[in-house]
């Protein structure tokens, strides 16, 4: 039984817990703390004295596990000086966040906890919850799955092998481009780098700017949730061509709308277009394209796989 610390930090809020973990049975944190995101240091601060509390209840912590926004430098071997450091937010629009050294930030706040400090793993907030999904939820016992959570923003975690991926940097799923119509969408997308990338066209913002209102008070049957389902189907497709995961996992606040799912499944059918020969796929994607399993437990939960992993 090993004590793990955990933060999900988020751009508006940062959750704190801690859990008692025998690395198999889904952990509950004793205690979930709220932190409002504001200053780098502020914020760190916070949630390191958070995790000081809880380290004291539970008679020490043996590794502390960090689900973060993004985007993050998680390089280990680019030591480049002109290169923020290993765990930090790279280049952000949020005020004052760009190159905050997150992880360092936390290990050396929790340097005293343990002889030669509390180790301290970050990656992404999705990387960090499709690894609870892979672990305790909707993904549970498979070797490659992809979680996708859409909300404000997109954002896509990969696991392969039981690991999140990285690489050059780390997978920007949410801004993969896809088709649009301009007959049937004119909206030209809201990214900023990209314009109409996925993220550009079915994340929240899009959806509010495209039809005048927010996507919380249209109702199920509003026409743009099939453009959506479009969308997101492009990206299903794609995913499965490009990664050939075992399952996509797809959540968030309008992830989660009723129904959306099926759009997503029917057109990602469509854009697949018969040419992957396999049950998963040819029977409907019932049981490919699935909702978290988790909740709103994923990103404490993945924070404590995350955790947990680097005592492996
Ligand atoms: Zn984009």
Known sequence: MKRIGAVELGGTKAIVGAAVMDGTAQPHSIETIRIPTTTPEETLDRCAEALRDLSARMGGLDAVGVASFGPLQLDPGQLDPGRPAFGSITRTPKPGWSGAPVRDHLASALVHLKEGGVPV?????????????????????????????????????????????????HPEGGHLLVRRDPAR??????????????????????????????????PDDHPVWDLVGDYLGQMVANLLFALSPQRIVIGGGVGGRPGLLDRVRHHAGRYIGGYIDHPAVTDGLDGYVVPPGLGAEAGLAGALALGWDTLL
């Open 121 to 169: 793993a970050i990656d992404t907030d999705v990387n960090g919850a499709a690894l609870g999904e892979g672990r305790w939820g909707a993904a549970r016992g498979l070797d490659s799955h992809v979680y996708v959570t859409v909300g404000t923003g997109i954002g896509v975690g990969v696991v392969v092998g039981g690991r999140p991926q990285h690489g050059l940097v």
């Open 185 to 218: 969408d004119p909206y030209t997308g809201h990214c900023p780098y990209h314009g109409d990338c996925l993220e550009g066209l079915a994340c929240g913002p899009a959806i509010e700017a495209r039809v005048g209102r927010p996507a919380t008070d249209l």
